[in-house]
């Protein structure tokens, strides 16, 4: 930790020594990670501190204690960041799982109405990461089958009717007329 005083071109020293503590089975190297991330330090090394605690969360699996102070401290940055750092912190909370449910609420609203389709695609599946996976019950299906019969009786009363065998041929307005309706869709 020694080397994250050091300046380097394009971060490079910070990064790796950020990289390193992901790999570190000590509760401890989340504190570097945690300082490093926040407002204020530049933005390469906000981003790959971020990065290096999602892996550091995967890898290393916290107690919870620690990923609950972890969550405290990305969450604020749900709000008023770059779209790519944005991602980042996005992308560790879903790493951490169900004890970062308290960011629900935020992530849900990222995932509904954020402008970029990168940030929405991965607050959904930050979401999908921390919320339970819930079995579906016997009624969820028998709902679903019914709505999906409903479909088909619907699709079925607008076909139209086949023609009869002794009917005329269709007139040449009648087959521009389907042919324009085909068109459409």
């Known amino acids: 930790t020694s080397l994250l005083n050091r300046d380097s071109q394009d971060e490079v020293i910070r990064r790796a020594v950020f990289r390193g503590l992901a790999e570190q089975h000590d ?31 995967e890898k290393q699996e916290p ?25 980042g912190v996005i992308s560790a909370l879903g790493q951490i799982g169900k004890p970062a449910s308290e960011a629900l609420p935020r992530l849900r609203e990222l995932a509904a109405s954020h402008g970029s389709d990168h940030v929405r695609r991965a607050a959904e599946k930050a979401v999908a990461q921390i919320e339970p996976k819930r079995e579906e019950s016997k009624d969820d299906k028998d709902d679903k089958a019914q709505d999906k019969g409903k479909k ?9 009717p086949p023609p009869a065998e002794n009917a005329p041929p269709p ?15």
């Open 171 to 185: 007139s040449k307005r009648d087959r521009k007329k389907a042919d324009r309706k085909a068109a459409q869709g």
């Open 27 to 57: 509760p401890a190297a989340a504190e570097p990670l945690l300082a490093w991330a926040d407002r204020g330090k530049p933005s390469l090394c906000r981003r790959s501190a971020v990065q290096s605690l999602a892996r550091y969360v």
């Open 152 to 160: 088909k009786a619907k699709r079925k009363a607008e076909e139209p």
């Open 63 to 87: 107690e919870e204690e620690l990923l609950k102070r972890i969550v405290a401290r990305l969450a604020p940055f749900l709000s008023g960041e770059s779209d790519r750092f944005l991602g």
